[in-house]
């Protein structure tokens, strides 16, 4: 589990929208963390490096990407680990392996 996934969801959480699950989701999030104790990736400097890298990529290929996924990325790469998302696009093109668990 990514650390920058934690945030994502933490995002999520926070948003307006979901003011009356959000009980539901923090008791999730909690459950998420748990059952990943020991197994969390933190953004280290080889991410930071790769991170960019990525960025540098993006500016010249003109292309916006956001910011969350470009860190997921970096942090992938840097641990040698693939991306389960439904968002294969917006990580196909990092050499990332992006695992679509829905179709898999």
Known sequence: ???IVIAEIRSG????TTAERRPALER?????ELAHAGRTLSFDSAATHILGTLVA????????TKLLD???AA???AHNCPVATRN???????G???IDPWRA
């Open 28 to 32: 999730w999030l909690a459950d998420i």
């Open 57 to 64: 990529r993006r500016k010249l290929q003109k292309q916006e």
């Open 88 to 94: 294969v696009k917006d990580f196909a093109w990092t």
């Open 13 to 16: 959480i926070e948003n307006p």
């Open 70 to 72: 470009l860190q997921i």
């Open 96 to 98: 990332v392996a992006p």
């Open 75 to 77: 942090q992938a790469m």
């Open 1 to 3: 589990m990514s650390t």
